[in-house]
């Protein structure tokens, strides 16, 4: 069978991130400043979303000749997939009637996120929508053809280890570079656990499911490998939404990140309260060289509003701190553009931002993204039900105080001024420009004393406290070693499709 995987790179889409809805690209507001931060986000060429790589490994695995279109959309193909994000869904919908109109007796097929939360966006289509991950299709593929339902539920992969590595051999991998997190290229994505425990109402990652689920360390550092030695990936960038979970497998990948034969780079995603220095140190000494956090506003009403588990200000400050001390890039990602919003809130997440002082600041746009509770909570104080400008740069809320244009005013403030600093550039040179090391540039900064390194025991327990757990009750949050952590209940669970729904947006949209 001839399978075309459709994509695009157009309206600056990155699919990867908002959990699979996607975002755009800062517009470069803010006069010449503005254009200089938005040329920040261009320099990059992103990797093409993982999920695109998994399908090339899996239909050739099952025998099936599979080709990557961008923007064309080939003709005589047996079977067409789309993988739409909100920010490209107008042109996924042309290129979708444009399929079935030259090849009528191919079959569509449209996954991820979008299918999933907006099964009604596709009606007029003669297409067939997949609810749940993608990667079943390495099971359940002939299911989903046989099936004459115009909606098939194909749940979640129950072990990741299951899964064959990725296949980037279709997507010039050679080019791939993220530039905020790296210095040494092609970057290649990768992942070691799927899921969030977490119950931010905003956030389109547990709209599927509300659960962790993890692949071996053994198998994790394997993929490493091919992907050095087959696509010649100097750096990686770990697609986790919550790195750290479960800190024993932390340390056996570590351990094993080490052994490969030449040193990498990576980043990961992760809340502070995961990370201890001695895990940081850990993870820097095999190359770790950039973390990212979601600290979105430091409005605890706020955060507790709306489900998030706030982390004292002190603990932020000393994390980024702790960081930039290790030589470790920090990019924190903050929110703006509450319904309840003023000129005056927006402008203390700006100060936040700059007492907190990560290397890079993401201010996003806080977006209603269907599917979430957030969504549902605040729909009639939605204006703009057009999900192309759903980017997380842009307003489509109605607000009690601001209008939208003033939103994008203070939004795009917010970038200009935290990055033209003379105190950004003296915090951060070290960091933005390695080399500056070796002339010393960074040495004053230290560890903040309340957290000096220590060395674990090696039996320490992979257990962390969580003083909240989002919704306003204290919580343990138990680092289990088994397949799947849920985190309103104290041991792990044997269920990997457990399906939740709720976002806005979240920490790694950057």
Same mark, same amino acid.
């Given at each position: ?16 991130? =908002? ?9 470069? $507001?803010?006069?010449?400043? @503005? $254009?200089?931060?938005? &040329?920040?986000?261009?320099?990059? #060429? #992103? ?46 919908? #042309? =290129? ?130 091919? @992907? ?93 701190? #702790? ?13 703006? @553009? ?13 100060? &936040?931002?700059? /007492? ?24 009639? /104080? ?79 327990? =992979? ?34 499709? =457990? ?12």
């Amino acid at each position: 069978m001839r399978i075309v995987l459709w994509d695009t790179r157009k309206r600056d889409v990155s699919k990867d991130f =908002a959990g699979g809805f996607g975002v755009g690209h800062f517009p470069g $507001r803010g006069g010449i400043l @503005g $254009r200089i931060v938005r &040329y920040g986000y261009k320099r990059d #060429r #992103r990797p093409v979303a993982l999920v695109y790589a998994y399908l090339v490994a899996i239909f050739k695995r099952l025998g099936h000749k599979v080709e990557y279109a961008e923007d064309d959309v080939p003709p005589g193909a047996d079977l067409y997939i789309f993988h739409p994000a909100l920010v490209s869904l107008p042109l996924e919908r #042309r =290129a979708m009637a444009e399929a079935l109109r030259h090849t009528p007796q191919a079959r569509v097929l449209v996954t991820g996120l979008v299918a999933h939360a907006l099964p009604e966006t596709f009606k007029d289509l003669d297409v067939t929508l997949l609810r749940g991950e993608t990667e079943q299709l390495f099971w359940r593929l002939d299911d989903v053809l046989a099936s004459d339902q115009r909606i098939v539920d194909v749940g979640s992969v129950r072990d990741l280890d299951e899964l064959p590595f990725p296949d980037w051999s279709l997507f010039e991998p050679g080019k791939f570079r993220i530039a905020y997190d790296f210095w040494k290229f092609p970057t290649g994505l990768i992942q070691q656990s799927r899921g969030c425990t977490f119950t931010c109402n905003y956030c389109p990652y547990i709209i599927v499911e509300n659960a962790t689920r993890f692949r071996s360390p053994e198998s994790v550092a394997e993929e490493l490998r091919q @992907g050095m030695d087959r696509w010649g990936f100097q750096s990686f960038k770990f697609r986790d939404p919550l790195f750290g979970l479960d800190r024993k497998r932390v340390l056996r990948l570590v351990e094993l990140i080490g052994k490969l034969p030449r040193k990498i780079q990576f980043s990961v995603e992760t809340r502070i309260d995961l990370m201890r220095t001695e895990t940081l140190l850990a993870l820097r000494d095999v190359g770790l060289t950039s973390i990212t956090v979601g600290i979105e506003t430091p409005d605890e009403t706020t955060l507790r509003h709306y489900k998030r588990a706030p982390i004292r200000d002190d603990r932020q400050r000393e994390f980024v701190a #702790r960081c930039r001390a290790l030589g470790i890039r920090t990019v924190a990602g903050f929110m703006v @553009g509450f319904p309840e919003d003023t000129a005056h809130s927006i402008g203390q997440v700006l100060k &936040y931002a700059k /007492q907190v002082g990560p290397t890079y600041a993401n201010f996003n746009v806080v977006t209603p993204y269907p599917g979430t509770g957030f969504f549902n909570e605040i729909r009639d /104080q939605v204006a703009d039900f057009d999900y192309s400008r759903y980017d997380v740069y842009t307003p489509v809320l109605r607000y009690k105080h601001l209008t939208a244009d003033q939103v994008a005013d203070l939004h795009a403030r917010c970038f200009t001024r935290y990055y033209f600093r003379w105190e950004y550039l003296v915090e951060n040179a070290h960091l933005l420009l390695p080399s500056l090391r070796r002339l010393g540039v960074g040495r004053r900064h230290k560890l903040p004393e309340a957290d000096a390194p220590v060395k674990a025991p090696a039996d320490a327990p =992979a257990t962390a406290a969580s003083t909240d757990h989002g919704c306003g009750q204290p919580q343990l949050v138990t680092l289990a070693t088994g397949n799947v952590v849920r985190t309103d209940q104290r041991h792990a669970s044997p269920s990997a499709h =457990a399906p939740a729904s709720q976002p806005a947006t979240r920490h790694d949209l950057h």
